[in-house]
Structures are given as C-alpha cells and as structure tokens.
C-alpha cells in the first residue's frame, strides 16, 4: 500500500470526489489526482489536511511519514554517492573505477545538477568525463562496451555543456554540445541526439539566433518516432520559443498544443532523469518563457498561468529533484507577464526571491530575463509609479 492507493481508498470510502476532496484541502484537483497515482509526491500538509478531511484517524498522515522517511534516506544515500564521486579529482583514481560506477556517476550527476550550482557539476562532470575519454583511448572496456562509454561521454558533455551557459559562455556551451551530438552518433543514440539537437537550439536563443535555433530543433525532430523519453516535446517547446521570439502568437501556441500532445503519447520514460528528462512541470515553465515575448495581452495572461503553476510543482517537490535555476527564472518569467498586463506591485512580489539571490547564484540565464523586465519598467506608463522606479533601481543591482 502507498499513500496514493491509501488517500484514494480513504477518499472513495467516504464517497467524496476528487473536485471535493481537493477543494477541502485547498490544492488543484489534478495535483490531488497525481498524488493518488504515484506521479507526485505528497507533502505534509496535503497528509494532514486529507487525514482531517476523510476521518483517516492518523493513518494517512502516518503513511505519509514512513514513505517520507524512505525518500529521505534514498536521497541522502544518493548524494553521498555522488559526493563520493566528486572529490575523486585525481585522473588515475577516477581511471580505477568500474565502468557501472562511471555510469551511476553520470546518472548522479544528471541529477545533481538541478539543485546545485554550474561551477561544481563542470568539475565533476569534467573529470567523469576524462575517465570515459581514457577508457576509449585505452580500450579499458570489454566488446559490447563502446557504445556504452561513448553515451556516458556524451551526456557528460551535455551536462559541461549546460554548466557553460550557465555560466555565461555559450561558444564553449556550443563546442560541449557538438562532442555530446558526435558521441551520439557513434553510439547510434538516437535519444541522446534528439536531446543534443534540443541544447544546441538553446545555446542559439541565448545567442538570439533563433533562425538557426529552429534549424537544430526541426532537425531533431526527424529522429523522432520509436524513441524513448520526452525529446519530442522538448524540442516542440524550443520551436516554441522560436516562433514566439520571431512574433508569430498564432504558431506559438498551435505548436504549443502539439508538444501538449506529443508528451501524452509518450510510451517510454527518459533513460536518463534530471538534466536529461522533460517532465511536465518543464512544460510549463517553457510556456511561460515563450509566450512572454508576445503582445501581452491573452498571451501574458497565459503565460502568468503557466509560471504560477510550474512554480507551484516545484515548491511541492524534494530539494533535491527542484530545478532550482529554472524556478527562479519562472519567477521572472510571472513578473514579467504581470508587468506586461500592468501589474507592477504582484510583478515586484514574484520578483522578490530572485533580487534576495547571492551573486554565485545568479547564473547568466537569471540577470539576462530580469535586466528585461527592468527594461519593461522604463516605458512611459510606468514613469509616476514608485514601485515601478524601485523594482526597476532592485533589478539595475542585479550581477553588481
């Protein structure tokens, strides 16, 4: 039995609907929905609150304890294995490992890299990445291992990749990208290169170039079809930024609908979570993200929609499976909307956790999309508003 079965069972027990039992706990219906079917995790107050609600007598909140306590110790046993891995600096120790220790480094760090900062998942995935050069130089790997070694390598490089646009250099973050696509190929990876093709679109909007960053992703989308994962939508929502950077509403929201369509006919996971996996709290943030370039309007409407609810998935979510970097980018992406429809006092709310940001924490991504909002702020309508003038002055600060 797990919480999900137990919640659903207690809540058809006492003939309440999915609608009725999430308005007395106060959550959206579908967070309720995915709880009871394994997709999310519960917290605290959805055990509790649920236990009052359906007369449970403790047992839900009791259920809720015992998996949180397993979910504990199998992030902490997760993390001291990745930290294992990352003060193993030296090359000659890091080429003593075995090749499935090599791999589950690669997965940890893929991992990792949602909630810790670019300059150390550079260096580990560097050095990780290191051993599986020196085990293809040195043939250190049986026969049926090669293809293996090249994935590793180029998801490391996937990862080296993001840490350097991250971190601001996106020529560096381009030449990562394009080790990772010719690993890919060697391993005839057809998932891993759909993925490339998606971060190589990327690295082009951050450039601007978003001619050539709808190149990569409609060449990716050939490689669609019996393919494991979330590449497609992924890809789908960078088309989606692209069309929105250019002005085109009616075809960023018709693709919109199509990558909406492409993740439900997903049969497969992604064979890698993390940096590597689309889920659908990612969705919406690239929503949110797209159609912020638009006309405001209905567009701003809903990309403020959209913002509220990735940010709200991920505040239910472990530490340690937040995007954080992506969080506090929707962040701005809501105050953004907010100030493109007017409201500049719920813009300066939405901005509040980004301008608290030390500066180690405010990757390139974070000053590049809130220096725009500041920017927003400079028009006419806001000249007379004081909240505007000292968001704008808070945001002016930011990478100082």
């Known amino acids: ?142 026969p049926h291992e090669r293809a293996d070694l090249y994935v590793s390598a180029g998801r490391l490089s996937g990862i080296l990749a993001y840490a350097a646009l991250d971190l601001g250099d996106s020529a560096a973050a381009l030449e990562h990208a394009r080790a990772a696509g010719r690993c890919a190929q060697y391993a005839g990876d057809t998932e891993l290169l759909m993925w490339v093709r998606g971060t190589q679109s990327l690295i082009a909007r951050f450039n601007g170039d978003y001619g050539i960053a709808l190149e990569y992703v409609r060449d990716g989308l050939q490689y669609g079809g019996d393919v494991p994962g979330t590449g497609e939508a992924r890809l789908l929502c960078g088309e989606v930024q692209c069309l929105a950077n250019l002005g085109d509403s009616r075809a960023a929201n018709r693709t919109l609908l199509l990558a909406e369509r492409a993740r439900q006919q997903v049969r497969r996971p992604d064979s890698l979570a993390g940096l590597f996996e689309f889920s659908e709290t990612k969705q919406r943030y690239y929503a949110a993200s797209s159609l912020i370039w638009l006309d405001g309007g209905g567009d701003a409407r809903t990309a403020a929609s959209e913002a509220r609810g990735a940010i709200a998935s991920w505040e239910q979510m472990p530490v340690e499976e937040r995007s954080l970097d992506d969080e506090r980018l929707c962040h701005i992406y809501l105050a953004t909307a907010l100030v493109q429809l007017g409201d500049v006092e719920a813009a300066a709310d939405a901005m509040t956790p980004i301008l608290a940001l030390p500066v180690d924490a405010q990757i390139s991504w974070i000053n590049k999309r809130a220096h725009r909002v500041g920017s927003i702020l400079s028009a006419p309508r806001y000249e007379n508003s004081p909240v505007a003038t000292n968001l704008r002055e808070a945001i002016s600060a930011l990478g100082a």
């Open 1 to 142: 039995m797990t919480f999900g079965s137990e919640l659903r069972k207690h809540r058809q027990d006492a003939g309440m609907s999915l609608a009725e039992l999430a308005a007395r706990v106060l959550m959206h219906r579908t967070h309720v929905h995915h709880v009871e079917t394994g997709k999310r995790a519960p917290s605290a107050d959805l055990a509790e609150a649920a236990d009052i609600a359906l007369n449970a007598g403790g047992r839900l909140v009791a259920e809720y304890q015992r998996e949180e306590s397993q979910r504990l110790n199998l992030a902490a046993t997760r993390k001291t294995l990745a930290a294992s891995l990352a003060t193993s600096r030296d090359l000659m120790a890091l080429a003593d490992l075995e090749l499935d220790e090599l791999h589950a480094g690669v997965e940890e760090t893929a991992i990792d890299y949602l909630a810790n900062a670019p300059g150390p998942m550079l260096i580990r995935a560097d050095d990780l990445r290191r051993d599986a050069l020196q085990r293809l130089r040195d043939y250190r790997h049986g």
